[in-house]
């Protein structure tokens, strides 16, 4: 009984010229792909998957089938029953096929968020996988019987090799050459939030935009704390070998991309994919069709790097590998002179800011303080004393004066919003001064660099025409991190009003208050009974009106007491209650304007230290990081 299939995992092998053309054609469409992918509907993506898909599920099969008969024709007799009912493999090839259409989706997202340079590295290796491929090939013939030489050169040395020299290739690329924006200013959860949300930008699918921004979230959030703690393990070869471990992550995307070449070598061998079906039987045509692609390959390159090009940057990352070899690169650290002009800007810009901050809270308190007689024209009213004598009947006459005070002072001035104005106000202006620096440090390295050529390589003065954008980044940060991490405005007003209130209800003024206000609420039931005696005494000779008569006697002589009560109290205590009171919003105006004061020197020495850091506002591990 015929237990083979030979088709289903081998055939004859295929020429150079003709995987050569398909993996360029395979690049190609992988790149149109992701490129489709990134703007297309749910459902255009699911097809996108499912085309990139079946390449993968080709190799997962073939791997796994190869397997499987290796061990089935050393185990088992030729002919048995369980030969027969393994040797084909349907159960296993419909099982693969969900991992390949997710191993699809993942290759896809990841290489939404590719530049050009690695775009480039996916080429080559694609080119250097068509030679490897006839190399093996050759070198296996006199080893492994010629139907099975294909799936066994690409199920063992050809996907490893793939794999290393991929993984190695984009290692040496990031670790190099790109770097990653520099985010030890910042913290991992503010990195990583933003990554997600903006690698969500600009993809139509959600669930799509969603597994993009879960690959920046991973990426950025895991860049940041390696930023933030590599550089300080105790030796070099401790952060060489915890860099090479960080960037293991990349060879996750190197197996899936050796895995969807793979499966395109494999559909090759097929015969599913032929390079006459493209350009006939003619050489002169194989010829003309392989040279377009190969003169497609730099107009591809140029689209991405345009698509990559930040026109207010012009620093090449080839000039930063330089300095590794160049006589310089020992000279990486900003010159004195340039650390020394953004220490002495820090300087001044502190005390420029605390100038204004004493001037901008002395403004905002101008309307509170004058408010305090507004608070004590209320309290020595009657509608005022009736209102804290039910407060005090209830319990609540504390909360009622603070109420009352804070209504007066703070609500009817506006003091929450005019505060969150002045720091938002204040921190744009500090993003504009340093921002402004920019100019000045240029000038002093343009000097520099005329006597020094060294300094050009210690602070690039191309990429310094770019500072002023990361001045403005790293205060995204910073406000994002720093900044929410510090006493925000909003708790900050907060605390003012909650410690003028407390501060206030402390006073013996206030304290007094509570007790007089009780102990005439005791005396009010006499003194109702004393005014309804003597109104009925007036009004008795007058009949039957005689009981409304007395009513509204009792009520204006109540009233009238107690206006002359409330008038009196008020001469006593007023000024003393206005001192007490415009005393504490002193003490409270010159505690806010410390704590703005220390929350702008904060903000500004994380700007200046993100500036000191790198001048291009790039993390490069091999220059930063050991």
Same mark, same amino acid.
């Given at each position: ?42 459902? *255009? #993506? ?51 096929? @969900?991992?390949?259409?997710?191993? $699809? ?28 491929? *006839? ?48 985010? &030890? ?46 550089? *300080? ?18 060879? %996750? ?36 069709? @392989? ?14 790097? %345009? ?39 820090? #300087? ?14 002395? &403004? ?85 660099? $005329? $006597? ?26 910073? *406000? ?11 708790? @900050? ?66 009233? $009238? ?66």
């Amino acid at each position: 009984m015929r237990t083979q299939d030979p088709s289903s995992i081998a055939s004859a092998p295929t020429t150079f010229w003709n995987s050569l053309m398909w993996l360029i054609l395979a690049f190609l469409a992988f790149l149109l792909v992701t490129m489709l992918a990134r703007g297309a509907p749910c459902w *255009g #993506v699911l097809l996108i998957s499912l085309v990139v898909a079946y390449p993968l599920w080709r190799s997962l099969h073939e791997s796994s089938l190869f397997n499987r008969r290796l061990l089935l024709t050393g185990a088992t007799r030729e002919g048995c029953l369980t030969r027969r009912w393994l040797w084909g493999g349907r159960i296993g090839a419909a099982l693969r096929v @969900l991992p390949a259409v997710i191993m $699809a989706l993942l290759v896809l997202t990841f290489a939404m968020r590719l530049n050009a340079h690695q775009w480039a590295i996916l080429l080559f290796d694609a080119l250097l996988l068509a030679v490897l491929y *006839g190399v093996m090939q050759r070198q296996a013939t006199s080893q492994i019987h010629e139907q099975m030489l294909g799936p066994y050169v690409r199920g063992w040395p050809l996907r490893w090799l793939n794999l290393g020299g991929l993984t190695l290739a984009f290692f040496a690329l990031t670790f190099f050459v790109l770097g990653a924006p520099d985010l &030890r200013q910042a913290t991992w959860q503010t990195v990583a939030e933003q990554a997600f949300h903006a690698g969500r930008e600009g993809v139509a699918c959600p669930w799509i935009g969603w597994l993009v921004g879960t690959w920046e979230y991973l990426e950025q959030g895991s860049w940041a704390l390696a930023q933030r703690y590599i550089p *300080g393990l105790p030796s070099v070869e401790w952060r060489l070998a915890a860099w090479l471990l960080f960037l293991l992550q990349l060879s %996750l995307f190197a197996l899936l991309y050796t895995r969807l070449l793979l499966g395109v070598l494999t559909l090759i061998e097929s015969r599913q994919l032929r390079v006459e079906s493209v350009t006939g039987d003619s050489a002169l045509s194989k010829t003309f069709i @392989l040279t377009i692609l190969i003169l497609a390959m730099p107009t591809f390159y140029a689209a991405l790097r %345009l698509q990559d090009l930040d026109p207010s940057q012009f620093a090449t990352p080839a000039q930063k590998a330089l300095n590794v070899v160049d006589p310089c690169h020992d000279r990486l650290a900003p010159p004195a002179e340039i650390v020394a002009t953004l220490s002495t800007e820090q #300087v001044q810009l502190n005390e420029a800011i605390a100038q204004r901050i004493d001037a901008e809270v002395e &403004r905002i308190f101008v309307p509170i303080e004058a408010a305090v007689d507004d608070y004590l024209d209320w309290y020595f009213t009657v509608v005022g004393e009736y209102e804290r004598l039910a407060a005090l009947i209830v319990g609540d006459f504390p909360q009622l004066l603070a109420a009352q005070l804070e209504s007066h002072l703070f609500e009817a001035t506006d003091f929450h919003a005019q505060l969150h104005t002045l720091e938002q106000t204040l921190f744009q202006d500090t993003l504009t001064q340093l921002a402004g620096v920019s100019q000045m440090v240029q000038d002093q390295i343009a000097a520099q660099a $005329a $006597a020094d050529p060294c300094v050009r390589f210690a602070l690039n003065p191309a990429a310094l025409s770019g500072l002023e954008r990361d001045v403005w980044r790293a205060g995204v940060a910073v *406000g994002s991190g720093v900044a929410v991490a510090a006493t925000t405005t909003a708790v @900050l007003s907060q605390k003012v009003v909650a410690a003028v209130m407390a501060k206030v209800a402390a006073k013996k003024s206030m304290q007094t208050a509570a007790v007089v206000a009780a102990k005439l609420a005791a005396k009010k039931g006499g003194g109702a009974m004393a005014a309804a005696v003597g109104a009925a005494a007036v009004c008795a000779p007058s009949g039957p009106w005689a009981l409304v008569c007395g009513l509204g006697a009792g009520v204006a002589t109540w009233l $009238a007491v107690d206006k002359i009560a409330i008038e009196i109290e008020e001469s006593v205590s007023r000024q003393t209650m206005r001192e007490e009171i415009l005393e504490v919003l002193d003490e409270e105006k010159e505690a806010l304007k410390e704590a703005l004061r220390q929350q702008q020197t904060m903000v500004i020495g994380a700007l200046v230290e993100q500036i000191k850091t790198t001048a291009d506002g790039v993390f490069i591990p091999a220059r930063d990081g050991l």
